[in-house]
């Protein structure tokens, strides 16, 4: 059964930097299709970024483009997001979701089966 462990959020200042970690135990990531989401106090839960199983291959919403990156270490079946020139609109609950359909980069909720806790981040001065 897969499970995923996310951990890194956290309280940082506009302009700044947070890593946030989504490690799975029970099967390998890589078998998986990896979305990150997050949710805003009273807003719908919106795609952020997604990569691919085996190939790795990314995609990203066009409001973190160029600020956001997504990555895996296979070694410790972790997934990561890398995210760079925080904004207060970034504030949100992130979550990690694992897909079966290793293959598709879908930004959609309905088509990820397994979900993380969610780490809160919150960008303010």
């Known amino acids: 059964q897969l499970q995923l462990v996310e951990s890194g959020g956290g309280l940082v200042q506009p302009g700044g930097s947070l890593r946030l970690s989504c490690a799975a135990s029970?099967?390998?990531?890589?078998?998986?299709?990896i979305g990150w989401f997050r949710q805003a106090p009273g807003k719908e839960r919106e795609g952020v970024s997604c990569i691919s199983g085996r190939n790795g291959t990314t995609n990203y919403a066009d409001s973190v483009k160029g600020r956001f990156t997504v990555s895996r270490d296979n070694a410790k079946n972790t997934v990561y997001l890398q995210m760079n020139s925080l904004k207060p609109e970034d504030t949100a609950i992130y979550y990690c979701a694992a897909n079966p359909y290793w293959w598709r980069l879908s930004m959609d909720t309905f088509d990820y089966e397994y979900w993380g806790q969610g780490t809160q981040v919150t960008v303010s001065s």
């Open positions: 029970g099967s390998t990531l890589d078998y998986y299709a």
